[in-house]
């Protein structure tokens, strides 16, 4: 059975720009959140969605949204990327909000 | 302060050892606990899911939950060297598809 994918693997992008990364998730589930990892502050919760509606949001500027599709594949998009955006972003999917939730291997994105 | 405290480690054991890593929180809302293993430049690895307070036990592994303490546990027992990486601890008021809360990580080596 596939785990969850993400694509890319590793970005390089330079401060202004805008980025979108993508999330296919075990095949069955439907509950899809993405988390920023970071030397400084560890994993981050920044937000969670279940059957193509956020259910939930962590502390991050409006810079970051995402959104989920009718086959339970999320994206995220980062705008106006600042150089502290430089991160590890995971994206994890659980069959639903109250089963494990397993990651993919995330997407390496550095702003220079 | 933190909801999550993890000790940063890094922690150095010899092969064959009984390693205990530990985790304190204060959201007396967590309901669900979670660990997981983080090798370097991967996603984290789900080890452990349990519910409310008690053991678990899974092979090389066992999971302890104390609700009143608000402290949570991971023995691995027979450590091997393959067992060096970083382990995290993760709750949640509703379960794993919903916002994660994680500590700081413990890096683990266990040497030869």
């Known amino acids: 059975k596939a785990g969850v994918t993400q694509t890319p693997r590793y970005l390089i992008k330079t401060r202004g720009q805008q980025v979108t990364l993508s999330c296919s998730p075990i095949?069955?589930?439907?509950?899809v959140s993405w988390y920023q990892q970071t030397p400084g502050q560890g994993l981050q919760f920044l937000f969670e969605?279940?059957?193509?509606?956020?259910?939930n949001k962590g502390n991050f500027p409006g810079r970051f949204s995402g959104r989920q599709f009718s086959n339970s594949r999320s994206e995220m998009n980062v705008s106006t990327l600042e150089l502290g955006d430089s991160a590890l972003y995971l994206c994890?999917?659980?069959?639903?909000?109250?089963?494990?939730?397993?990651f993919g291997q995330g997407t390496r994105l550095t702003v220079v | 302060q933190k909801e999550v405290e993890q000790d940063p480690g890094p922690l150095s054991v010899p092969e064959g050892a009984i390693v205990s890593l530990n985790c304190t929180y204060s959201?007396?809302?967590?309901?669900?606990f979670m660990w997981y293993r983080q090798y370097s430049r991967k996603g984290p690895e789900l080890l452990m899911y349990?519910?409310?307070?008690g053991n678990k036990e899974d092979g090389r592994f066992t999971a302890q939950v104390d609700k009143s303490s608000k402290y949570i546990s991971l023995f691995i027992r027979d450590s091997q060297p393959s067992d060096s990486a970083t382990y995290l601890c993760?709750?949640?008021?509703?379960?794993?598809?919903?916002?994660?809360?994680f500590g700081t990580g413990t890096q683990l080596k266990v040497e030869l």
């Open positions: 349990t519910y409310s307070s």
């Open positions: 959201n007396s809302a967590f309901q669900y």
């Open positions: 993760a709750m949640s008021e509703t379960g794993g598809g919903n916002k994660l809360t």
């Open positions: 994890a999917s659980s069959l639903d909000r109250s089963t494990e939730a397993f």
């Open positions: 095949s069955g589930h439907r509950s």
């Open positions: 969605y279940f059957s193509e509606t956020q259910r």
